[in-house]
């Protein structure tokens, strides 16, 4: 069955320093894959997504991610994270369907950032 | 481009009564889906709709149903309300067309309570 895994449910760090969030999928084809934040009280913000090609995505807000096929993973990354990036965190698979698609997602990931 | 609206923005019910959700997509998107966000199970497809047709549906009793206009505006309905449908629906959007038909972009969401 199709699935993604965010292994972490909570991640603190300090403003200033680096972070990746980790996300694994379970999906027989190619995925599309997805990351979206979430602010309190607020709906979903698409970050990057993943179709096809470089295996290194960018996205809005200073994110990026890396497809790893054989690590069937897709972890998220910043060099420096901000006080405005705590927020939580979704990690998702596009799933094909007959007709359209549907969004699988993992459990999420919150983010608090230390001053 | 304005986003996804949602209306109402919060919602009280009683156990039994029934609700309606309004979703109004992006200017020019034909593909509206409906997810329920819980903090015990996440967020969960509930259905898609395109050209006023459900697409998919997912694995919800037949109390939750929905329907799509000719302007692509969507409404989902949750009869005889239990106290477990208490949740965030968010609407997406998308522009079915190829692959960005996964690329899905979020409402704000609706926060029903139900008592």
């Known amino acids: 069955a199709q699935s993604v895994t965010q292994p972490d449910i909570h991640i603190t760090v300090s403003e200033g320093a680096s972070l990746e969030l980790r996300c694994n999928y379970s999906y027989g084809a190619t995925p599309y894959l997805f990351w979206y934040v979430q602010s309190p009280g607020q709906g979903l913000q698409l970050l990057l997504k993943y179709f096809s090609g470089d295996t290194l995505v960018q996205g809005i807000k200073g994110f990026e991610a890396e497809f790893k096929r054989s690590q069937s993973s897709f972890n998220l990354r910043k060099p420096s994270v901000h006080w405005s990036d705590a927020a939580e965190y979704f990690c998702a698979v596009g799933a094909r369907e007959d007709q359209g698609g549907k969004l699988i997602f993992g459990q999420g990931t919150e983010l608090s950032v230390k001053p | 481009k304005a986003g996804v609206t949602q209306t109402p923005r919060y919602l009280i019910k009683t156990r039994g009564q029934q609700v309606t959700l309004s979703c109004s997509p992006i200017s020019g998107h034909r593909s509206v889906s409906w997810y329920q966000q819980t903090p015990g199970q996440g967020l969960q497809f509930l259905f898609e709709?395109?050209?006023?047709?459900?697409?998919n549906k997912g694995n919800f009793p037949g109390r939750f149903s929905g329907r799509q206009f000719s302007n692509s505006r969507s409404e989902m309905n949750v009869s005889t309300l239990e106290l477990g449908d208490s949740a965030l629906y968010l609407c997406?959007?998308?522009?079915?067309?190829?692959?960005?038909?996964?690329?899905?972009?979020f409402g704000p969401g609706t926060r029903l309570t139900v008592t």
């Open positions: 709709y395109f050209s006023e047709t459900q697409r």
């Open positions: 997406a959007s998308s522009p079915d067309a190829g692959t960005a038909s996964y690329e899905q972009y």
